[in-house]
């Protein structure tokens, strides 16, 4: 079975400044991907970023980035140029290649201070 | 983009009553979606996995007979909670996932349903 964990369950930055939320993992799959999801107080889930692990290129998406670490099993998020509205609960989690099923992390709560 | 319509988004309802929760894809088929419990400032929780003219496929640990999933059509999988009681209040979320051959592994999630059982 997969695990997912990320030990911070919350962390504050200053807008304008960078971040990064810790994510580990569990496998013995070679077929899977890694999402960052964010889920402001709406509740809506919102997707962030996914990197496929058979890619070594870490993935960008403007001002989000991770640090894939496939050997480690590390998969860490990278927020650049924070904004107010960035201040959410980040959920990082792991699919399967089989079943598509996620698994999710705790959670981190992340918020920028004006 | 693909969106996952999901209703009621809150219900209450009364000791021992069902309530139904329908989650719809709006402009794709969905082959396969999922059903998931999140509880106040915790985690995601998969309940089950719908599939299309199939029954469901549970998690270990929760109860079929309680949560009841119906995915009669490719656009619409609902989740019935029979006999509700208070502990069953939570926050329900459904997400659906395109056919295979479609970017398949992203999924996409409605906007959630809150149970309150009084």
């Known amino acids: 079975a997969q695990t997912v964990t990320q030990s911070q369950p919350e962390m504050s930055v200053q807008e304008a400044e960078t971040v990064t939320l810790s994510c580990t993992y569990d496998t013995s799959e070679n077929n899977y991907y890694l999402f960052w999801y964010k889920q402001p107080p709406s509740r809506q889930m919102i997707l962030v970023i996914r990197q496929e692990a058979y890619k070594q290129q870490n993935a960008t998406e403007n001002r989000f980035s991770v640090n894939f670490q496939k050997a480690a099993k590390s998969f860490s998020l990278k927020i650049s140029d924070s904004q107010l509205g960035d201040t959410a609960m980040y959920f990082c989690a792991f699919m399967s290649g089989a079943n598509s099923k996620l698994t999710f992390g705790k959670g981190i709560t992340l918020s920028v201070r004006p | 983009g693909a969106v996952v319509s999901q209703h009621p988004s809150w219900v209450i309802c009364k000791s021992g009553t069902s309530v139904k929760i329908e989650c719809r894809s709006l402009d794709f088929q969905a082959t396969t979606m999922f059903w998931y419990r999140q509880f106040p400032k915790q985690s995601l929780m998969l309940m089950a996995t719908?599939?299309?003219?199939?029954?469901?496929?549970?998690e270990q640990g929760v109860e079929k007979d309680k949560f009841l999933i119906n995915h009669a059509s490719l656009t619409l999988s609902t989740l019935t909670v029979t006999s509700a009681h208070p502990e069953d209040s939570s926050f329900y979320i459904c997400s659906a996932r395109t056919s295979i051959y479609s970017g398949a592994n992203v999924l996409t999630f409605g906007a959630g349903s809150r149970l309150t059982v009084l």
């Open positions: 719908s599939n299309e003219g199939s029954k469901a496929t549970y």
